[in-house]
């Protein structure tokens, strides 16, 4: 396909907006008419994305026409777009229907590179993941070849499109000639659930914190006869809020597709057949079609029992990671990820997650480095260690206030300031060789919950 639309695909619906319908012909002219406003072939351009017409025909016409395409959110902190702008010297920057030349020069960029994706959600630092043309293709055939999308389907937009979960959404719907109704709501808007019963939604993705609003709006007690089945990625689910919908799930005889992601495989890796959702939970499954998954220990060497960190090998595997216009230039050929994560594999082939090796955590099914929220505070005379679980940050501090530091790190991550717990100390926690004790500030936070 590459982003280019077959002929049978023209008469059918392939996006709404409020309760306008737009084919795939008339897309495909909306295309062709950006495509004379953006910059020539191999000249990067930022977009600044939300979920709008505007924002899905820049996207497709800079794959169209072959201009690498670094996709962030629309409101991003206006310090960070020109932190951002001065390291990659975007030759454009779109933001919905403005096209501004930047007056940046054209610099060598590797003709496999498509978008630019960032590797947290968060801090501002440069640092992002880079994707190719065929990394795109190849994950969203894999995924189209296990979710049951069908021509006749209507998904709507519940995740931010600068979100390689989000955009994946909207990749494989369009690879399947089916329809997406956009939407910037969240699914506790009224307006959300208007859309969802006027166009007959017949698919949700979400991540964790999405199905926790829809328990608490008792989303699990009713059919939604139009609606085939669920996703999931972006994270492990509570395992309460997991049975709840393995219920609804077996109860309507509606799948539930569980599934395993990071960035920089482009979106997912792994998918559990929902047939297995109460069997194993937990589980992410196995690799997707075309993937494959291998254990390794500290030293690199195979894991054939036990507990490892997972390797993934495919199509999907970023070219790699950038933090400025001149490391766009070229990329060595690679195929494996090393995830970062532990897990280990059952009899029958699946994989469960079983911890992390790298200081991360995924809030909202956004990836946090905890590193990077300490740089972030040290740079603004914070001293502070940063752990956590996944949806909450902890932040123990020594200098500055607890709320200012709370409402500083909300605006920053642009997270709801109540999935940022600090902590004021006297000193940090140290262990026996005077590093940073992460455990046993953990368990600080753990134990005085209600009282940061």
Not at 326 to 335: C, R, V
Not at 350 to 359: E, N, V
Request: glycine fraction near 6%; aromatic fraction near 10%; include cysteine.
């Amino acid at each position: 396909m590459y982003w280019q639309f077959p002929p049978e695909y023209h008469p059918r619906i392939a996006f709404v907006v409020e309760q306008t319908c737009y084919t795939y012909s008339q897309l495909q002219q909306l295309i062709e008419e950006a495509q004379d406003k953006l910059p020539g072939q191999g000249e990067l351009a930022i977009l600044l994305c939300s979920n709008t017409l505007n924002t899905v025909v820049n996207y497709l016409a800079c794959l169209q026409k072959k201009v690498p395409v670094m996709l962030l959110q629309r409101d991003i902190d206006e310090a960070r777009l020109a932190k951002l702008a001065t390291e990659f010297q975007p030759h454009m920057l779109i933001r919905e229907a403005d096209y501004h030349l930047t007056g940046y020069t054209q610099a060598e960029i590797d003709p496999r590179v498509a978008i630019l994706l960032s590797t947290s959600g968060s801090t501002g630092t440069a640092k992002q993941v880079v994707l190719s043309y065929d990394n795109l293709q190849a994950n969203a055939d894999a995924i189209a070849q296990y979710l049951p999308i069908q021509d006749s389907d209507i998904t709507i937009t519940t995740l931010p499109c600068h979100y390689s979960y989000g955009l994946s959404v909207i990749n494989t719907h369009l690879l399947k000639g089916a329809c997406c109704v956009l939407n910037n709501d969240s699914v506790v808007s009224a307006n959300f659930w208007t859309l969802l019963k006027e166009h007959k939604i017949s698919s949700l993705a979400g991540v964790p914190y999405t199905y926790e609003m829809l328990a608490k709006l008792r989303f699990h007690q009713k059919e939604y006869p139009h609606l085939k089945y669920l996703t999931q990625a972006g994270g492990r689910m509570k395992h309460e809020i997991l049975e709840l919908f393995a219920d609804w799930s077996g109860k309507y005889n509606k799948p539930f597709y569980v599934m395993y992601g990071q960035t920089e495989a482009t979106a997912r890796m792994a998918w559990l057949d929902p047939e297995l959702l109460r069997q194993k939970t937990g589980a992410i499954g196995r690799a997707i079609p075309g993937g494959q998954f291998t254990l390794i220990n500290d030293s690199g060497a195979p894991v054939i029992e036990g507990e490892g960190e997972l390797v993934y090998e495919g199509p999907n595997v970023m070219l790699g990671y950038a933090s400025g216009r001149a490391e766009l230039a070229s990329f060595a050929p690679q195929s494996k990820l090393k995830t970062g994560d532990l897990a280990r594999k059952d009899g029958d082939g699946d994989y469960f997650i079983t911890g992390r090796i790298k200081r991360f955590v995924k809030v909202f099914g956004l990836r946090i480095s905890l590193d990077e929220v300490e740089k972030v505070l040290e740079a603004n005379d914070v001293s502070a260690k940063v752990t956590g679980k996944d949806d909450l940050l902890y932040v123990a501090i020594i200098s500055g206030e607890a709320d200012e530091v709370r409402n500083f790190l909300s605006k920053a991550l642009t997270l709801h300031v109540s999935t940022i717990k600090v902590m004021k100390l006297d000193s940090f926690p140290v262990n026996a060789n005077q590093k940073t004790d992460y455990p046993a500030l953990k368990q600080l936070f753990e134990e005085s919950q209600g009282n940061v």
